[in-house]
């Protein structure tokens, strides 16, 4: 089995519709004021723009941890 972490941040965008971003392995000692201060960075450099849409609001945060078992289907 195998384990991994996801950071998804969403941002709304100037049409109001919701964008999440995703990082994979965040590092595990991540504060709630580091992500604060990335998203508003992402927003104020206007870093990413989806189909030209700029972001306008950073609207939440969720660090994810999923568990992945694979199997081998040979047949």
Do not use: C, H, R
């Not at 994979?24 to 000692?29: F, Q, T």
């Not at 989806?50 to 992945?68: G, H, I, S």
């Amino acid at each position: 089995m195998e384990t991994a972490l996801k950071l998804i941040m969403t941002f709304k965008s100037q049409g109001d519709k919701a964008v999440n971003l995703t990082i994979d392995d965040p590092k595990e000692d991540l504060t709630e004021s580091e992500i604060i201060n990335a998203m508003n960075l992402i927003i104020e450099k206007n870093i990413f723009a989806p189909d030209n849409v700029d972001f306008k609001e950073a609207v939440k945060a969720k660090v994810v941890q999923t568990d992945t078992t694979e199997f081998d289907l040979k047949l």
